[in-house]
């Protein structure tokens, strides 16, 4: 059985192939950890999106984009992450995922400052009474990942691009969000199911 956190057997033939079985161990070696840095804290903390890949339960793959303000995602225990789950299209495509395969991959990564990312790999779970619920304006669920694997990846590919604005749709203390257009469209609107009056995390007027 592979004492790797990282390899299976399916990197390991290609590894070999392309003579990288020895740079990849010392990778391994020097990057990947189990608990999160200081730095890795930072980072993750003050991102304001980052991308989710998850499977269900016949291993069929989905990625999705995830966003929020600065601090949405929390570092909540030594190899522990949360983060809300925002009103979005009613499909719950990766967190349906999550209540058959708890497995998952998470992708934060910086197209604005200077190019890094980093990686979480590790088993998620999905809550409608997680107390986080209570402090986190706009959140319908809390999804809690506790970490397998971390480790940072080459960011040389990584574009430098330009943050224009912050989406509007993204939940503000004492502000509700306004509805996205296409939930009025002749297609939808009868089948979209009307807002609460509030968020959790604030208090009705």
Not at 22 to 43: G, H, N, P, V, W
Not at 176 to 198: L, M, N, S, Y
Request: proline share 9%; net charge neutral.
């Amino acid at each position: 059985m592979s004492d790797s956190i990282l390899y299976h057997e399916g990197n390991r033939g290609l590894q070999d192939q392309f003579d990288s079985r020895r740079i990849s161990d010392r990778l391994e070696q020097k990057l990947a950890r189990t608990a999160f840095s200081d730095d890795d804290k930072a980072f993750i903390q003050g991102a304001i999106y980052f991308f989710v890949a998850s499977a269900d339960a016949e291993g069929r793959p989905d990625c999705s984009f995830k966003g929020g303000p600065p601090g949405f995602v929390r570092i909540t225990g030594p190899s522990e992450l949360a983060f809300p789950d925002y009103d979005g299209n009613g499909m719950f495509k990766s967190l349906g995922n999550l209540a058959v395969n708890p497995n998952v991959g998470l992708l934060f990564i910086d197209l604005h400052e200077r190019p890094r990312r980093l990686r979480v790999n590790g088993t998620a779970t999905v809550s409608r009474d997680d107390p986080l619920l209570g402090s986190t304006v706009g959140a319908q669920l809390i999804v809690r990942v506790q970490a397998r694997a971390i480790f940072p990846n080459c960011p040389r590919y990584i574009p430098k691009m330009t943050l224009a604005e912050p989406s509007i749709y993204v939940p503000q203390p004492g502000c509700e969000p306004p509805e996205p257009a296409w939930k009025g469209f002749d297609i939808f609107k009868d089948a979209v199911h009307p807002r609460q009056p509030t968020w959790k995390g604030e208090k009705a007027e």
